[in-house]
């Protein structure tokens, strides 16, 4: 079974400063990788996807992150943090059904706290 | 385009009485689904809808929930009767198939607090 960690589930961070949230995964078989964010009081919005390319994936609101296959993990960057990215984080996987993909299973979240 | 629709937004209920979330996809949307999310927890899938037929519903603790998609259009979901572990919000995503990559379109979801 497939399965994912979100290693801190908080994060503070000056505005303007660089900050990473960590995602490690575990599975048997190939996934895709996904970073979904969750501000308060609504829905959950996708950042970025891995489905296969380039390990390095770029998405919405300056956000990228890269696959590492070796290390299982799928970390999120941003170089420069604004007030508004303070919201939750969650990293979900999928399998690979050979071109089609799985459902979404998600970790348990990471707060990322953006301080002026 | 118009964005998943969920409603209510919130609702408290004592223990032991029943609830209804309705969920309204986006249009063309063949697929629905319905997640649980505690406080402190990432999304857990409940059930999966493909048109109206269930795809997907090993997570569903079918001795108190229950969801339909009539038309396989509008969905609902129902707990009877509720227990405090049941206080969660209710996320409601469409994709427009099954096992793509066009990704899901979440709703804002349903509070609900059991007291």
């Known amino acids: 079974a497939q399965s994912v960690t979100q290693l801190d589930s908080q994060v503070p961070v000056f505005e303007e400063a660089p900050v990473e949230l960590r995602c490690n995964y575990s599975?048997?078989?190939?996934?895709?990788l996904f970073w979904y964010v969750q501000y308060p009081n609504q829905g959950l919005q996708l950042l970025l996807k891995?489905?296969?390319?380039?390990?390095l994936v770029k998405g919405i609101n300056g956000f990228e992150a890269e696959f590492n296959k070796s290390q299982t993990s799928f970390h999120l960057r941003k170089p420069s943090v604004h007030i508004s990215d303070t919201a939750e984080y969650f990293c979900?996987?999928?399998?690979?059904?050979?071109?089609?993909?799985?459902?979404?299973?998600f970790g348990k979240g990471t707060k990322l706290s953006v301080k002026p | 385009e118009a964005g998943v629709a969920q409603s209510p937004r919130y609702k408290i209920i004592e223990k032991r009485q029943s609830v209804a979330f309705w969920c309204n996809p986006i249009?063309?949307?063949?697929?629905l689904y319905w997640y649980q999310q505690i406080l402190g927890q990432g999304p857990k899938l409940l059930i999966q809808?493909?048109?109206?037929?269930?795809?997907?519903d090993s997570q569903l603790p079918k001795d108190r929930f229950s969801a339909e998609r009539l038309k396989g259009v509008d969905s609902t979901l129902k707990i009877q009767p509720a227990k405090l572990e049941d206080s969660a919000v209710y996320l409601c995503?469409?994709?427009?198939?099954?096992?793509?990559?066009?990704?899901?379109?979440f709703g804002s979801g349903t509070r609900l607090t059991v007291v």
């Open positions: 995503a469409s994709s427009l198939e099954t096992g793509t990559f066009y990704g899901y379109t």
């Open positions: 599975s048997s078989v190939s996934v895709y």
């Open positions: 891995y489905l296969s390319g380039s390990t």
């Open positions: 979900a996987v999928s399998v690979n059904y050979g071109g089609s993909q799985g459902n979404l299973i």
């Open positions: 249009s063309g949307h063949a697929t």
């Open positions: 809808f493909q048109n109206n037929g269930v795809v997907d």
